[in-house]
């Protein structure tokens, strides 16, 4: 499993802290976050980024740690074929997985410790996408298609 994590700067301890522990578990996975909880940058463009991996293939699943993680969880569902829960608890991240097949996980931390996120991320990474919940996200990727209207003159 390819793993992209990213950062706004509000997120960046916390983002240090999952890199730790991705390390710690030897999972793969590449830092495209900022350098320091200092630089003044976009965090659309890291969300982008990761989003566009997903979407290629070259990403399996990606983190993303912002101050609350709602900015960037919004900005994560924008992208066709990312699904992108914004998650604060244990339970919250297996029904992510298993029920919605999410693959994007958002935490802020503002409001999630520590031990808190690397128990989140280890039961979203360790959870699987359960084969019954396909037909709701079926419908759910038929909303993502774009609506053609027609108009007659």
Known sequence: MRIGIGNAPSGYYLKKTIS???KEQMYDFI???TRS???AVDYAVCVA???EMIQRK???VGILVGGTGI???IQANKHQEVRAALVQDVFSARVAKE???ANVLCLGEQVCGEGTARMIIETWLNAEFQKNQQVKLQRMNQMEKPVVTHFFS
């Open 20 to 22: 730790y522990y991705l």
């Open 31 to 33: 830092d495209l976050g």
């Open 37 to 39: 909880g200092f630089e």
């Open 49 to 51: 980024h990761i989003c």
């Open 58 to 60: 070259e990403l399996d």
């Open 71 to 73: 900015g960037m969880c």
């Open 99 to 101: 029920e919605y097949d």
